[in-house]
């Protein structure tokens, strides 16, 4: 749609610039020196700020939902769980210790644990790639804990995401604060859920646009153009199918009009060649954003393992693997900055299986989540912020959370994993500081987290749902104001 001029940033500006010197269909070269002016006025006018200036400090968001108290512990564990070897027989968890690895990021104390099921997938894989975007500084933190105290059981809306009943939801409150903030999209935030019993609660903001699979996905985007609107782009370069104008639009544009009125009444050599080579940009212009998320979606298919049915394993019905690439394929064209993905495992009550178990429940989701988390990652190591000009990648403005409603308790009754464990928290993002908070012991004791001494868990100071919320809120950088604490130092800015 068209802007007033109380709408016109940085970053619109630029985009919209961009689109008119594409349109006129000329060289590369002489595109780069206009497009370098532009930049430079954009600068004197607004400053050397990054093109979302004023937003949150975190650019994208994806929020993992697993309905049905699924045990984290399966990718995450304790310290207690993982490194404790005279555990208690009924501890609910489902790793040996020879199988929970540690990871300290580059200039952090604390370690985070990873179990292995199998080597080079699941929670092995993701490990190795974190590991390897954190070659010399930490871009990318985990952070993880196992010892929130639970207000709530079995509910769509999980407390951690909505303590009262005036919370928005972390992913709401990203997607506001990122279309407020000089970071709109054409589609702001998704919710892919094909039915799974979970609620975005949004309090007074707007709500999230639900797909339930690829096919809804992609209709989201399939009559949006790159940066102008249909009305827009008719005015300035007409319209343009296949190579040449629509014959039911009379109209054929501004740039046509300035080719008749000079160039051919002039008769100057090359303006037939030079009608045609800018036709051809013309049309470029007009593209739609959804051939550029499934050209990004195609590229990076390969970043995801091929075992276990690749990207396109499905369990409890939700593809998580295509709901995530096509999250990084939205994020990397300026498309939207917000999902949040449902899935359901079922109940956990009777899933007690062997150590290492690798088909076990636990096993296979280890395997589905730390395959499909570390897949996105590769590709948002490579692919460049919009929001930055390209100039940082997905990964360095990224938040990704892993939560459930509730998880099992630490220990279990006899054939029983009972529901009313601790809440959790996993997140996975560039403003997250390393670290497995607080502790389940080997013997199922809880543990909380001394935010003054936070790689000491302690007994006597125990958080909730609400602290959970808050911090997401603080990672993302997304101001809320529904619940009043301060939020545990796990973040970096």
């Known amino acids: 749609m068209a802007l007033k001029p109380n709408q016109i940033t940085r970053r619109n500006f630029v ?10 269909g000329i060289t ?5 020196g206009l497009m370098e002016k532009i930049s430079k006025k954009a600068a004197k006018m607004w400053g050397s700020d990054a093109l979302a200036a004023g937003g949150p400090t975190t650019h994208f968001c994806v929020e993992i939902l697993m309905r049905a108290g699924a045990m984290t512990n399966a990718l995450f564990p304790s310290k207690g769980q993982a490194t404790d070897t005279s555990r208690n027989s009924l501890l609910n968890f489902y790793s040996s210790p020879a199988n929970c690895m540690a990871y300290t990021a580059p200039g952090s104390t604390m370690p985070v644990y990873f179990a292995k099921f199998a080597a080079g997938v699941g929670g092995d894989l993701l490990k190795t790639t974190v590991a390897g975007i954190n070659t010399t500084t930490e871009r990318i933190g985990v952070a993880t804990s196992q010892a929130m105290n639970l207000s709530d059981g079995h509910t769509s809306t999980f407390s951690s995401r909505g303590p009262n009943s005036s919370a928005a939801c972390p992913a709401i409150l990203h997607a506001n604060a990122m279309a407020m903030g000089g970071g709109a999209a054409p589609v ?37 153009p790159m940066y102008f609107s249909t009305s827009e782009l008719q005015l300035v370069i007409g319209t343009i199918t296949n190579g040449g104008y629509d014959s039911s639009v009379p109209y054929k544009g501004a740039v046509d009009a300035l080719n008749n009125g000079y160039l051919q009444t002039r008769s100057l050599p090359g303006a037939t060649d030079l009608q045609a080579v800018s036709l051809a940009g013309r049309g470029q212009a007009q593209v739609k954003l959804l051939s550029q998320i499934q050209s990004k979606f195609n590229t990076h298919v390969g970043d995801y393992p091929t075992t276990n049915g690749g990207i396109n394993q499905s369990v409890g019905s939700t593809q998580l693997g295509v709901a995530l690439n096509s999250a990084l394929a939205a994020f990397s064209v300026g498309a939207s900055t917000t999902m949040t993905i449902s899935l359901d495992f079922n109940d956990w009550h009777s899933d007690i299986n062997a150590l290492d178990d690798v088909n076990g429940k636990q096993g296979q989701l280890n395997q589905y989540l730390g395959d499909k988390i570390a897949g996105f990652l590769k590709g948002a190591a490579i692919e460049g912020d919009p929001f930055n000009n390209g100039s940082t990648k997905i990964i360095d403005s990224l938040l990704i959370s892993v939560s459930s409603e509730f998880t099992r308790t630490p220990i279990r009754s006899s054939g029983d994993n009972p529901d009313g464990g601790l809440s959790n928290f996993a997140f996975i993002g560039s403003n997250v500081k390393t670290g497995a908070y607080g502790d389940v012991t080997g013997q199922g004791a809880q543990k909380g987290i001394d935010p003054a001494n936070l790689g000491t868990p302690t007994a006597t100071q125990m958080y909730g749902e609400a602290d959970t919320y808050v911090l997401a809120a603080k990672i993302l950088g997304a101001p809320q104001t529904a619940v009043a604490k301060t939020p545990l130092p796990i973040f970096k800015v």
């Open 15 to 24: 985009q919209r610039a961009g689109l008119l010197v594409a349109s006129l």
């Open 28 to 32: 590369g070269g002489v595109q780069a």
């Open 188 to 224: 702001q935030g998704i919710e892919w859920n094909n039915g799974v019993g979970t609620t975005n609660q949004r309090g007074a903001l707007g709500s999230l646009a639900k797909v339930t699979d690829q096919t809804t996905f992609n209709g989201l985007f399939k009559d949006v």
